[in-house]
């Protein structure tokens, strides 16, 4: 796969802040996945239909799955803990741990207590960001926001989501869909005298007219989407935070190096990249060994372009998602993370 340019840090145009304050970056990036997996094939044998099928409506081959007694909020704190020591940030010193889920263990508590308690945070305040699919995208703005007001230093944010504990495996227009993944990212104070690792500013948007086209009732507990009605519109909604978000850090697309978009469904994927003009080498698309793991989506894309040489220091990078709500949102950072 051909590498992104990234121009010289001296020669780009600066990234607008996200607050004329202090700015807030992202430090390092962990995940943590299930080993378990289940297949296309094995769907395909359960539905009467062909591997095929299924992979040109979803572009999905496997999905990780998490074990029947496996606990979100042990690998939750296994993705913050990874996440912490690439950083080189101790938990004690954490202000904040913020969890973006929709699947938490229990109705309550809330996963990201549980979590500071396991890592051994014990001075930050803890909560869970419940926005679906936008839920990471949320958690960024809001722990972004209390570090440029100076409420907060330092920041852990998870993505965690076990889908496939709401997956209704009757359902062959939905059940291939989902995964189970978790994902974290450290937040502090930009330090390198720059933009380097800068978060810019995040768009957020939301229309409950939709509500009802990704829903899961507490009597039931099973996914239910309108699967055209969410191609349409998270197509559409997408493509305009994509321009809005790029606008708002004083960018254009041909200045973003990486666009990491909610993995949905790969021909949600492709089809913005299309409507957009990207090149494909651009845009992150991980979705066909991991599956749609919701709020994990984001944080995992990027630990995957990490891994595989596009995501380096100074690369500009376009993230955005959409879910149920209707929920969307889209945001631009330059990354710093961390050595190794």
């Known amino acids: 796969m051909p590498e992104p340019v990234v121009a010289p840090v001296s020669a780009r145009r600066p990234l607008a802040p996200g607050h004329v304050g202090r700015t807030a970056?992202?430090?390092?990036?962990?995940?943590?996945?299930?080993?378990?997996?289940l297949t296309t094939s094995e769907l395909a044998e359960r539905f009467g239909l062909t591997e095929e099928w299924i992979m040109s409506r979803t572009g999905i081959r496997e999905r990780r799955r998490a074990g029947e007694h496996e606990r979100l909020s042990d690998y939750a704190t296994r993705a913050g803990g990874a996440a912490l020591a690439r950083a080189g940030v101790p938990a004690a010193e954490l202000d904040l741990v913020i969890v973006a889920t929709m699947t938490q263990d229990e109705?309550?508590?809330?996963?990201?207590?549980?979590?500071?308690?396991?890592?051994?945070?014990?001075?930050?305040?803890?909560?869970?960001?419940g926005a679906a699919c936008t839920a990471f995208l949320t958690g960024l703005a809001v722990g972004a926001s209390q570090i440029e007001s100076g409420r907060a230093d330092l920041v852990l944010l998870i993505g965690a989501d076990f889908v496939t504990r709401i997956t209704d495996y009757e359902d062959r227009r939905s059940a291939p869909l989902f995964a189970d993944g978790t994902g974290a990212v450290v937040l502090g104070v930009e330090a390198h005298g720059g933009d380097r690792g800068a978060i810019g500013p995040i768009v957020l948007g939301a229309d409950g007219a939709h509500a009802d086209s990704i829903i899961a009732t507490h009597e039931e507990r099973k996914l239910r989407l309108d699967g055209p009605e969410v191609f349409r519109n998270a197509v559409a909604r997408m493509r305009e935070v994509t321009e809005e978000a790029v606008a708002a850090a004083g960018l254009e697309l041909d200045d973003i190096d990486l666009f990491v978009y909610h993995q949905a469904n790969a021909r949600i994927t492709k089809a913005l990249g299309e409507r957009l003009g990207l090149p494909t080498e651009r845009v992150v698309d991980c979705i066909e060994t991991l599956g749609n793991s919701s709020a994990a989506t984001l944080p995992v894309a990027l630990a995957v372009a990490e891994q595989d040489g596009r995501l380096r220091a100074g690369t500009r990078v376009l993230l955005s998602a959409f879910g149920a709500g209707f929920t969307w949102g889209g945001g631009v950072i330059e990354w710093g993370g961390c050595d190794g």
């Open 25 to 37: 970056a992202v430090l390092s990036v962990a995940a943590e996945l299930p080993e378990g997996r």
């Open 107 to 129: 109705l309550t508590p809330n996963t990201a207590p549980i979590v500071a308690h396991a890592l051994g945070a014990r001075r930050a305040g803890a909560f869970d960001v």
